[in-house]
C-alpha cells in the first residue's frame, strides 16, 4: 500500500514542531505539499523541504494537486472553519489543529458536512498521547473509587506585555486565550475519560491585566484570559458508585518548581504529580522522534503513589509519544474523531458562561 501523500496548511510552530516530524517518521506517511502564504527570509517552506511541493494559496493547490487526500489545518483558530469547508468540499479528508472551531455550532456544522460528503475528519488532540497523562490512565484503578481530580497547566509568565512573535495568538478576539490554548488540551483529556460532567462552575480571568478593553468579558474583542479555574460535576452513574469532582486549572502566575500537573484521590489512595511531558521540550530542542530518549521522563519527576495501606511508590512513567496521533492516521483511522471535539468546545463556552454568570450550570445530556 502507497503511503498516504499529505498536505500542510500553514507552516508556523505548530506545523514544524508538532506535525511534520511525526509525519515525516511514519513510513505509511509521505509529506507532499506545504501550503505557506507569506514566507520570509527566516521561515520559508521552500528553503527548509526542497523535496516538497510547496503553494502559495489553497486556490492554487485545489486547482493543481489531485494526489494529496489528507489535508493538515495548522493555522490560526479563527481561519479553521474556512479551511475545513475548502478541504471537505474538495473532498480531502482533514486533520485541524485544536480546537476544532471556536464556536460548537461551527464545529457541529463541520461534522455534519463531513459525513455528507463522505470525508474524515479527526482533531489534533496531541495531549492525549503525553507521558503524564498516559501514566495517569495507568494510576486511577489503582486509588480505587475516585473521590476528586485536579488537572493544572500552569506557568510563570509574569510580564504583562503579550508576545507580539506570535501574531495571531496576541490578538485579542474570541478564541485566542488560555482557555482556548492550555484549557482545550485538559478539558479533552477529562472528557476523553470520564465522558461529559452534569454540571460545571468556571472563573475566566485577566490576572495580569493584559486586556486593551477592561469592561470586556471572556469571549468578546478586548479580552484576553490569562488564568482559569473549572470544577467539573459527575454523578453518580456505572461504573462509578459515587459522585465525584474534576478541577480544571492553568495559571500564567503559578511561581513554583517544579509546576503541579495532578492530583489524583480515591478511596484507596492518592497520586500526586508534578512537571509536563517533555516532548514539546524535546521538539523545541531538536530531538526527533524515534531518537534515543525521546518521551521518556525523567526518574526524578515520576509521580508518587500512596495507598491506604501505607505503601509509597514512585511510579514508572509512560513513554510520551505523539506519534501515536498519526500512526492510527496512516492506519485510516480517525485518531480523534470530531465528534469528541465538539464535546470539548461546548465545556469551554459554558465555562466562559459561568464564568461570567458567576453561577454553577447544569449540562444537558
Known sequence: MSPRKIAVIGYGFSAKIFHIPFIQHNSKLTLSVIIQRNPTPGNDAAKDHSDVKVYRSTEEFYKTDSE??????????????????????????????????????????????????????????????DSDFLTLTKVLPKVGELVS??????????????????????????????????????????????????????????????????????????FV?????????????????????????A???????PQLRFVLRGMDGSWTKHNLDSQEAQLKAGRMPGTGGFGVEEE?????????DGSVERTVAAVGDYGRFYKEIAEG?????????????RLVELIGESSRLGKVLDIPA
Open 68 to 129: 494529496c487526500e489528507l489535508i493538515v489545518i495548522t493555522t490560526s483558530n479563527d481561519t479553521h472553519v474556512q479551511y475545513c469547508k475548502e478541504a471537505i468540499e474538495n473532498g480531502r479528508n482533514v486533520i485541524v489543529e485544536k480546537p476544532l472551531t471556536i464556536y460548537s455550532a461551527d464545529a457541529k456544522e463541520l461534522v455534519n458536512l463531513a459525513k455528507k460528503k463522505g470525508v474524515g475528519i479527526s482533531v489534533y488532540q496531541n495531549r492525549r498521547f
Open 149 to 222: 481530580l485536579e488537572t493544572h497547566f500552569d506557568r510563570y509568565k509574569p510580564d504583562p506585555t503579550l508576545d507580539t512573535s506570535k501574531s495571531w495568538k496576541s490578538a485579542q478576539v474570541p478564541g485566542n486565550g488560555t482557555l482556548f490554548d492550555l484549557g482545550v488540551h485538559l478539558l479533552d483529556q477529562v472528557v476523553h475519560l470520564f465522558g461529559m460532567p452534569q454540571r460545571l462552575f468556571g472563573d475566566v480571568r485577566d490576572e495580569r491585566g493584559c486586556s486593551t478593553n477592561p469592561s470586556a468579558t471572556w469571549g468578546q474583542e478586548g
Open 300 to 308: 526524578e519527576h515520576f509521580g508518587k503513589l500512596e495507598l491506604k
Open 333 to 345: 483511522g480517525a485518531a480523534v474523531p470530531a465528534e469528541e471535539a465538539v464535546r470539548v468546545i
Open 251 to 257: 495559571s500564567s502566575l503559578s511561581c513554583q518548581t
Open 225 to 249: 484570559d490569562d488564568f482559569f479555574t473549572a470544577t467539573l460535576y459527575y454523578s453518580s452513574a456505572p461504573p462509578r458508585k459515587r459522585p465525584f469532582t474534576v478541577r480544571v486549572e
